[in-house]
């Protein structure tokens, strides 16, 4: 019974980091890919780690893996927010199908700060021709 | 089948996979952030091998190396958004 319960656990697991990585190569946007890698990879790993903790079945190795699923599940949306901003920032061309660009105008080139409305000196970032 | 053949040929393999996968996009990458996604991407997709493999060599302590692979992840990208936007500034 506990067998099987691992085996499935593991199974959806290990389908969502392989739909999150497919995603990975195949979205044709910086933003999207982080996106991407946001959503899926962070159920994924954690249920990997359950099934885990469901094998060993005792207490330490339990609130580890309980640790280490909350640290992920925090970090993974921090650290991909903080690498899209940067991204933004960069001027890393965005996909030619985007239709709306919400923040386009709104921070400052030189200090990098965000306004409400719209900026003289803003970073405007310009649309690629193809799929990269 | 027991567990640790079903781990062994299919689950294993599935994120072999996907690594292949991620490091293609790690090579390709026209940007930097690709690349630092792809890295951090590499990095988590290894603590969900450092789970498996611990279920089939019966050791749980290969799992506090996963809790240190996240904090290492975490740092990583923190660190190379912050140092991606420093370059630009004058």
């Given at each position: 019974m506990k067998d099987i319960l691992i085996i499935v656990l593991s199974t959806f697991g290990a389908l969502f980091i392989l739909s999150s990585s497919v995603g990975l190569l195949r979205k044709p946007d910086v933003f999207l890919r982080i996106s991407v890698t946001g959503k899926a990879s962070t159920l994924g790993i954690g249920l990997v780690l359950v099934s885990s903790a469901l094998f060993f079945n005792n207490y330490s190795v339990t609130t580890r893996v309980i640790a280490t699923i909350i640290f992920l599940f925090l970090t993974i949306s921090i650290g991909g927010h903080l690498l899209a901003r940067a991204a933004y920032i960069i001027k890393t061309p965005v996909w030619k199908?985007?239709?709306?660009?919400?923040?386009?105008?709104?921070?400052?080139?030189?200090?990098?700060e965000l306004y409400s409305e719209n900026h003289d000196s803003s970073i405007k970032p310009e649309k690629s021709e193809n799929n990269i | 089948m027991s567990l640790n053949d079903y781990l062994n040929w299919v689950i294993i393999p599935i994120l072999g996979l996907s690594v292949i996968l991620v490091f293609i996009r790690f090579l390709k990458?026209?940007?930097l952030p690709d690349r630092v996604i792809a890295l951090d991407m590499l990095i988590l997709i290894s603590i969900g091998i450092i789970g498996i493999y611990s279920i089939q060599t019966n050791?749980?302590?290969f799992l506090d190396i996963s809790m240190l692979f996240a904090v290492i992840a975490f740092l990583s990208t923190a660190a190379y958004s912050f140092y991606l936007e420093q370059r630009e500034r004058k």
């Open positions: 199908g985007t239709k709306i660009d919400d923040l386009s105008g709104q921070y400052d080139e030189v200090t990098h | 990458g026209p940007s050791q749980s302590t």
